[in-house]
């Protein structure tokens, strides 16, 4: 019996070629069953809740930065830190599966430091634009209740509140637009889909997994999911879309801490 045929034996070089079509779909299901794909079906699920509820949207509260362990503030940082790291895993698994495919790892969809400047400034310009927009649909859709109260932060007044904030939104801005545009684009393509399908099942995702803040954030995220697409496809980097990502994250909750109960159009709970 030749080296091959043996279990765990072989020539280890590495050439077997490229993945399969059904390999490829079997890695992008378990991708998304381990990150947004599971975060989109938890959110349909918060929704229905939220619907055959008694009461209009606008009087729940959806709240997205919540103390794990209220009154002890370092086994909550502990719980923080643990939920910021254990989100990131998807992230390093689309790394090893790129890798793995010789793609460069995540330099393929344009995730690594070869442009900061680049990245940083487009990011700056998408914030600035997408930003103020969001926040007057957000109130528009809650006003119209189509949406929940969204709560970005719930955090106890402890020193290390404003870091994992931001520490928070980054992590959210990773992992979406590596896994929702970079990764995911990257395999509908491989698997054979058209420009348009790819774009679609993108948009549709995101917006998904926003469906728990109700019918506002549905709809508002779709249309930024177009729009990265469109912009991804354009640069062919999806760093200008983490940095864009995290400064709207970032805005929304430091300012929600800043700002709650000190103006009036800031909706609470």
């Known amino acids: 019996m030749a080296d091959a045929d043996v279990p765990g034996q072989g020539s280890g070089t590495g050439t077997e070629g490229p993945p399969s079509r059904s390999i490829l779909r079997s890695e992008t299901l378990i991708v998304l069953a381990l990150s947004l794909g599971a975060s989109a079906l938890s959110a349909l699920i918060s929704f229905v809740g939220s619907v055959t509820k008694p009461g209009g949207l606008k009087h729940q509260a959806a709240t997205l930065n ?5 009154g002890r503030p370092w086994l909550d940082l502990a719980w923080q830190l643990f939920g910021i790291a254990t989100a990131l895993v998807p992230v390093a698994l689309v790394a090893h599966l790129l890798l793995r495919e010789r793609a460069g790892g ?23 634009v997408i930003g103020g927009s969001g926040l007057l649909l957000y109130l528009g859709a809650r006003a119209a209740g189509a949406n929940l109260t969204v709560v970005p932060e719930a955090l106890p007044e402890v020193w290390w509140k404003i870091p994992v904030l931001i ?19 990257r395999r509908l393509g491989q698997l054979g889909w058209s420009p348009m ?10 917006g998904s997994y926003h469906l728990y803040q109700g019918i506002g954030g549905f709809f508002g995220n779709m249309v930024m999911g177009v729009l990265f697409v469109l912009l991804y496809r354009r640069w062919g980097r999806v760093g200008p879309l983490v940095a864009a990502h995290a400064l709207i994250d970032i805005v929304a909750f430091v300012g929600y801490a800043v700002l709650a109960g000190h103006v009036g159009w800031l909706p609470t709970r």
């Open 106 to 128: 995540l330099r393929a969809v344009g995730f690594d430091r070869r442009r900061p400047g680049f990245d940083l400034s487009r990011g700056v310009g998408i914030a600035a």
């Open 167 to 185: 520490a928070s939104a980054v992590q959210n801005a990773v992992l979406e637009e590596v896994v929702v545009v970079g990764y995911l684009l």
């Open 197 to 206: 399908a790819a774009l679609a099942a993108s948009s549709l995702l995101r």
């Open 66 to 70: 919540a103390s794990h362990a209220p």
